[in-house]
């Protein structure tokens, strides 16, 4: 089995920072493409943030360009994601996610992931 463990979240005034964290195990991290996602309460899950194994791509929704910084540490089989001049409107349950294919097609939808973290909360107060 595959399990993603999150860590990482709370509650933090804007203009700070966090960093998520989520831990792999049970299957080979490095073909995985990671992805994070958030959901608002009452919106829609949205795409946030994806890289490939090697971190030569990345992507993001546009919202959090320039403050939000996917990374991994494949010895650790951890991906991180930095989070940056936060902004309550980043407020929302933030999902880690591995894809078992090793490319970034459709990396942005969540129906390319294959396994899912139990979520952590981040709060961003004004």
């Known amino acids: 089995q595959v399990q993603l463990v999150e860590s990482g979240g709370g509650l933090v005034q804007a203009g700070g920072s966090l960093r998520l964290s989520c831990a792999a195990s049970g299957r080979t991290f490095s073909w995985y493409v990671m992805g994070w996602f958030r959901q608002a309460p009452g919106k829609e899950r949205e795409f946030v943030a994806t890289?490939?194994?090697?971190?030569?791509?990345?992507y993001y929704v546009d919202s959090v360009k320039g403050r939000f910084t996917i990374s991994r540490d494949n010895a650790k089989n951890t991906v991180y994601l930095q989070m940056n001049s936060l902004k309550p409107e980043d407020t929302a349950v933030y999902y880690c996610a591995a894809s078992l294919r090793t490319n970034m097609s459709s990396a942005m939808t969540s129906a390319k992931y294959d396994f899912w973290g139990q979520g952590t909360q981040v709060t961003v107060s004004s």
């Open positions: 890289i490939n194994w090697s971190g030569s791509i990345t």
